[in-house]
């Protein structure tokens, strides 16, 4: 095939493009430039995809798991064809350094693979008195898949594969903000995989909700903020529909007084800061013990400064801008909050003038607990730095938020950071590297940070149900 991913942005809806009557412009973060008008669905739209979704699961959850093993390998090999091209739409939508945009792509391509090499476990129990129990995963239906703008391809495709695997058909519903790479994804995928089995549909703020009370859909994968994942889980309940929740974070990393000062320092600048800091795991609460706090602060300080901002297309940028208007006026009212109540800034602070949504990296020092830099998940590149004395201090501090998505501990003294890492109310703790993810590794959030999980044989058994069929007198079966 032959895919032009400048321009041309339709909707996949029952295996064919489909524009509409209304549309919406996409900018590029970095230049505030218009570089796509895209359709914005119309409920009957939206109908039409979820009845082709609905019609296509009655003969794909009954095709053999080899042959959706299959769909999702050619899949991965035709996106890794397009991975230039993907890496330069990317950054272009989302506004990400063009190597972060490339990572991204290889990682889609990646865990594609990965989760085509997954079987669906089955199980047989002879319970001895006559009866067997067979239990096997079945698919649940329809899925709808939902996924914010700061890694728009890597959560998309966490959803699709997963859900593809297991015999669900899929309607993809981007952000408004990062549409394009979805949409050229449903394209890329057109006539690899039967009509109606992943379609494509993109629009403003009408179309999440629609999506979510829709009484087609049988489960929702969400990514996004935990304000509105409590609105898919309201959404969900009239239907009792199956809903797997990955939402905000607010990670601490905990910084003993053992560590190498400049390596731990350069690795958390980019635990913090990678992305301009809209990950979900970024490091946002940085605890460093109080025998260190300044000579780390230095250090941290001057890689800072040694990190090129600008547009990600061009050659050396290290960080990008914040990917859209309403992001970042959020980002520069924690700013403006931070001054407001006089907090120093140890790096930052001043807006830059002129288009894109710049923000320079704001290192804050040592602001007070309560402070909405320390209590809110920034989501840019503002990080408190805090000082901390004992361990059970900084546990309880670390752990006295709302949020439980991931976190750090740093030091060499490795049982000691094992037995930090076990008390942190977190889905994930990483100990002396930050952000390692695997397909295979089952990743998600304890507290208001989500609900079940993405990845692993646990992520894929997300989508679907277990049925048990238990016979009376089957012994030699
Ligand atoms: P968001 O909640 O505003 O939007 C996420 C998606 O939901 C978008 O596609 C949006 O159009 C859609 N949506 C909005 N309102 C809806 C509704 N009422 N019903 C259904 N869908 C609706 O989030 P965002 O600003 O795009 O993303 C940033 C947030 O995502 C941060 O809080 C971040 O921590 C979180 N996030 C979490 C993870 C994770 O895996 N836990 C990963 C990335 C981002």
Redesign the pocket.
């Known amino acids: 095939m032959q895919l032009n991913l400048d321009s041309g942005y339709t909707m996949t809806v029952n295996g064919r493009a489909e524009t509409s009557a209304q549309t919406f412009d996409v900018l590029n973060p970095a230049t505030e430039e218009r570089i796509a008008t895209v359709p914005d669905a119309s409920l009957a739209q939206l109908n039409e995809a979820v009845a082709a979704a609905t019609r296509a699961f009655a003969q794909w959850s009954e095709t053999a798991l080899e042959r959706r093993q299959a769909a999702l390998l050619a899949m991965a090999d035709r996106l890794e064809e397009y991975t230039e091209g993907f890496m330069r739409l990317l950054t272009r939508e989302q506004g990400k350094p063009h190597a972060d945009a490339r990572a991204e792509v290889g990682r889609c391509v990646a865990w594609l693979r990965a989760t085509a090499a997954r079987d669906l476990p089955a199980t047989r129990l002879d319970d001895g008195a006559g009866r067997v129990f067979e239990t096997r995963h079945v698919p649940i239906g329809v899925v709808a898949a939902?996924?914010?703008?700061?890694?728009p391809m890597t959560?998309a495709i966490w959803k699709i594969a997963p859900a593809l695997l297991a015999g669900n058909t899929v309607v993809l519903?981007?952000?408004?903000?990062t549409p394009l790479t979805s949409l050229k994804m449903g394209e890329l995928f057109r006539d690899l995989l039967p009509p109606g089995v992943l379609n494509v549909v993109c629009g403003?703020?009408r179309?999440?909700?629609w999506?979510?009370?829709h009484p087609g859909i049988d489960k929702?994968a969400?990514?996004?903020?935990?304000?509105?994942?409590r609105?898919?889980m309201q959404?969900a309940s009239g239907r009792l529909k199956r809903i797997t929740?990955?939402?905000?974070?607010n990670d601490a990393a905990i910084v003993l007084p053992d560590v190498d000062v400049r390596e731990t320092a350069a690795k958390l600048f980019w635990g913090a800061f990678r992305n301009s800091s809209?990950?979900?795991?970024a490091t946002k609460r940085l605890y460093v013990h109080e025998s260190i706090y300044d000579e780390f602060a230095a250090a941290l300080v001057e890689h800072a400064r040694g990190v090129v901002m600008g547009d990600g297309a061009q050659p050396g940028t290290g960080l990008g801008p914040i990917q859209?208007r309403?992001?970042y006026e959020r980002v520069k009212d924690l700013i403006a909050d931070a001054h407001r109540n006089g907090v120093r800034f140890l790096a930052g602070g001043d807006i830059p003038q002129g288009k894109g949504y710049f923000v320079p990296v704001a290192i804050l020092d040592n602001p007070p607990d309560d402070a909405r830099s320390v209590v809110e998940?920034a989501?840019g590149p503002v990080l408190p730095l805090l000082k901390y004395r004992d361990i059970d201090e900084v546990v309880q501090r670390a752990n006295d938020t709302d949020y439980g998505?991931g976190g750090s501990v740093w030091s060499k003294d490795l049982a000691l950071a094992r037995s930090i890492a076990r008390r942190l109310e977190t889905g994930t703790v990483w100990i002396n590297h930050i952000h390692a993810m695997s397909p295979d590794v089952p990743?998600?959030?304890r507290k208001q940070?989500?609900l079940g999980v993405?990845n692993g044989l646990e992520g894929l058994l997300e989508y679907t149900s277990v049925q048990t069929v238990a016979v009376l007198g089957d012994e030699a079966a």
């Open positions: 939902i996924a914010p703008w700061n890694f959560l519903k981007p952000s408004p903000f403003g703020d179309l999440g909700p999506l979510t009370e929702i969400f990514t996004g903020s935990t304000a509105t994942g609105r898919v959404s929740l990955e939402l905000g974070g809209q990950f979900c795991l859209n309403p992001q998940e989501f998505l990743f998600g959030g940070s989500g993405e």
